[in-house]
């Protein structure tokens, strides 16, 4: 399960060491302390201890929502004590020379060019520990002082974050792997104020804004719909926005499932002196990949099998197994020399190779480059090896092409990271008998999977490399259509339009309503089998749906209605309704009657037959709802005085009459309103009990058939205690047309009892008198949707819902709830809004459309 707003770190170094020691010193153990040098000697590799597994660092632990946390893995002895060494580092860490080995990578490339790395916190020795890492390794400085390296706080001044020594090893990391890949590239530091998406989003902004191209992001979350807001943060036409795909394993994650993300998966590295390439690679198997809930399936994936309807994950990879892990240096988080990896790693040696690759071309998104290379076999590593998961095809499965963990490989060389030499395929595609555009056909150029749509207009642009395509139109209303030998020009338009034939179509309509008794209009999704355009949804308010599909065809058909907020389940209540749909060339009209699920009773507007209580509208002393209270004035109460648990534990509302919150004896009564049972053959009395007894206590319930003029004991207790349900059959109340039923407490000593969920009739699935009140509310300054608002009637608060919270793509800011009929007054609460009511009248068997123009708490927003 995830935890919204989190995001997991990527780098691989120590973390759970921390908390440990922390531990052990509040035990009054003793640990020794290995300090850092205060310089760093030159050239002395000898091993220290055994580097044999891995340890997480610090960050890596669950935040509160919109936080995210790190994920650093550093390779550790056998204890998973972090060990940092003195002298030099460890002897298995890769140096830079082994970066630009494994990947061939061009030497002297990439001056000029700014790589930003965006972090959260401070780290103050980071220029320092970069000059000492630099300079073991014979690189060239990268100082403020010669303009190589800058460090901003995330609005892009000096006001630094305070130090966090575990997020300092995540930007070591990052500083680090970037000067390994590029040496001659400038570096650029953005700290957030903390670990938020909504602080590192803007300091992702302003690495932009001053002027980087390519930005790493080592860190990432569990996805969540919600998270989609962020998504603007990570898209920058022309710049490479790069984020680690995860280190655990096959499941993916935020922002690297954003489609204009470069998500960087990862590998492990080995030198292998008996292959060409000196190197061999097979698939890190703690490296993220797989099919994202969220995002939706870009272009240029689309000719892919990646067994994935949306955004699959990776895109292409680096070394990040902590085995295989890159030397780092590094005082502020652990004091010395480490071997450190994780897809944290692989996000910035990713990034610098694209620098290295030179900057892209002005209004291109760069994760589209690897996917359009048309000597991709020649500049990639294909990773054919490997696997992080159980799921059993490419999501988890290295293999020959796109594969999840390593996407279409690593980098041979960096021809694959760039826009190269190009021009563009332009034309216009048109119905062939009318000569009117056809809007969203699919544009496919191959090789290279270059993948675009028409617009309104009907027109189209693909910027290619320079070569020869065969290029497609196809729109599913429309005969598919082909065009070989197109060839691209560098800096040249070459025009290719298509005239489709059209196919048979008609147009369905109609209503989608309730067909169990209210008949009022449904918000509803209708999925149709073989329609690429995805669910269709009615009007939320009529009803109402249009389709258009191609003739000649019979589709399956699934209806089912959707509801923000408390209206119950997936389903809310109503059964999904499956049918054939034969489609001619003629339009038709088809309406669909949507039965109510009589087992669960869920759907709003249906309730049992008889009298049900579930005391949510009581308050205090006062039950609501018709019912009485007598006897002792410390009797039934409704707001649970004595703090006791409910029988049912997710409902916190219920009558109880507890004598420990009465002074001397209770001796109350809880009296029903009449009910009529006069069409009901076999009723039943039910309720939830939770009975504690006592000496001289008793509980009794009672029943009368004749307006209350006489009782009849029908359940009884005194000093046997007992929780549960209470079914009786009441037969004597069949067919009567004023039935009461009443609960009656004596007792004292400190002992309760409590009653709730009652039900006085059948459980037969009935209409409730009364309709939905459904409508929009927005922002009265922006005009934009506002979710999360709660509606309620102001006189029954119990009965509430929330706009907007479903998992459907719902009309922004919608709600419905159902209100018995006749004048009612509502309220809506947001927070950062003024609360605001309105009045409005309820409708029997209708919706009635209440709109909300909400105003910002203390001023305009």
Known sequence: MRIPGLIRR???????????????????????????????????????????????????????????????????????????????????????????????LPAGHGGGQTVAIVDAYGDSNAEADLAAYRAYYDLPPCTTANGCFKKVDQSGGSNYPPDDPDWGTETTLDLDAVSAACPACNILLV???????????????????????????????????????????????????????????NKVGTPSTFQNVVAVGGTKLAKDTSVARGWTETAWTSAGSGCSTISAQPDYQSPLDTQCANRATADISADADPASGLAIYDTLGQGGWLQVGGTSLASPLVTAMYALAGTPAAGTYPVTYPYHDTHSTTDLFDITEGSNGTCGNVLCNAGPGWDGPTGLGTPDGVGALTYGEHGDIEGQVTDAATGEPVADAVITASPGGYLTHTDSTGHYDISANVGTYTVSATSYTYASTSRSGV???????????????????????????????????????????GYPGGPIYTDPFTGHYDVTLAGQTTYHVHVVPVYPGVLGSPDDGYLQQDTDLAVSSSDISRD???????????????????????????????????????????????????????????????????SATATGRIDSTLTSPSVDLSGQKAPHLSFTSGYYGANGQRADVELST???????????????NGAGTVDLPVPQA?????????????????????????????????????????????????????????????????????????????????????????RKQLSATTPGYTATTATTDVSADRVTRLDWDLHAAGGTR
Not at 777 to 804: E, F, I, L, N, W
């Open 706 to 720: 004749d307006g209350g003029r006489s009782w009849t004991d029908v359940w009884h207790r005194s000093t046997a």
């Open 592 to 658: 669909f009657r949507l039965a109510v699920d009589q087992n669960a009773c869920t759907a709003p507007g249906y309730g049992a037959n008889g009298l049900s209580e579930s005391f949510d509208n009581a308050q205090g002393g006062t039950p609501g709802d018709g019912w009485t209270v007598s006897g002792s004035k410390a009797g039934w109460r409704f707001d649970n005085p004595g703090d006791r648990a409910a029988v049912n534990l997710l409902d916190s509302h219920f009558a109880v009459a507890d």
């Open 10 to 104: 990527r780098p691989v170094v120590a973390p759970v060491v921390a908390l440990a020691v922390a531990a052990l010193i509040g035990l009054g153990l003793h640990l020794p302390v290995r300090s850092a040098p205060a310089t760093v000697p030159t050239a002395d590799r000898a091993a220290a201890v055994p580097l044999t597994t891995s340890t997480n660092t610090g960050c890596n632990k669950a935040p509160r929502k919109g936080f995210v946390r790190c994920m650093s893995v550093v390779r550790t002895p056998a204890d998973h004590v972090l060990t940092p060494q003195v002298a030099a580092p460890p002897t298995t860490a890769l140096a830079p020379s082994d970066i630009q080995s494994a990947y061939r």
């Open 487 to 529: 060839g691209v020009t560098t800096n040249a338009d070459t025009t290719a339009d298509f005239a489709l034939q059209a196919k048979s179509r008609a147009t369905v309509s109609g209503t989608v309503a309730d067909g169990s008794g209210h008949g009022w209009p449904l918000y509803a999704r209708i999925t149709i089998d």
């Open 191 to 249: 700290q957030g104020d903390d670990a938020s998406f909504d602080n590192l989003g803007i300091a992702e902004n302003t690495a932009v804004a001053l002027g980087a191209k390519f930005v790493s992001n080592s860190y990432g979350a569990d996805e969540d719909p919600s998270e989609l807001s962020y998504s603007h943060y990570y898209d920058h036409p022309g710049v490479v926005i790069a984020a680690s795909s995860g280190d655990v394993g």
């Open 734 to 822: 069949a067919g009567k047309k004023d039935v009461r039923v009443r609960f009656h407490f004596t007792g004292a000593h400190g002992w309760w009892w409590s009653v709730d969920d009652l039900l006085l009739g059948t459980h037969t699935c009935t209409p409730l008198p009364g309709g939905l009140v459904s409508g929009l509310v927005t922002d009265h300054a922006t005009g934009k949707p506002v979710q999360g608002s709660v509606v309620a009637d102001t006189a029954r608060p119990a009965d509430r819902t929330v706009a907007g919270t479903t998992e459907e793509p719902t009309v922004s800011g919608f709600y419905s709830l159902f209100l018995p009929a006749g």
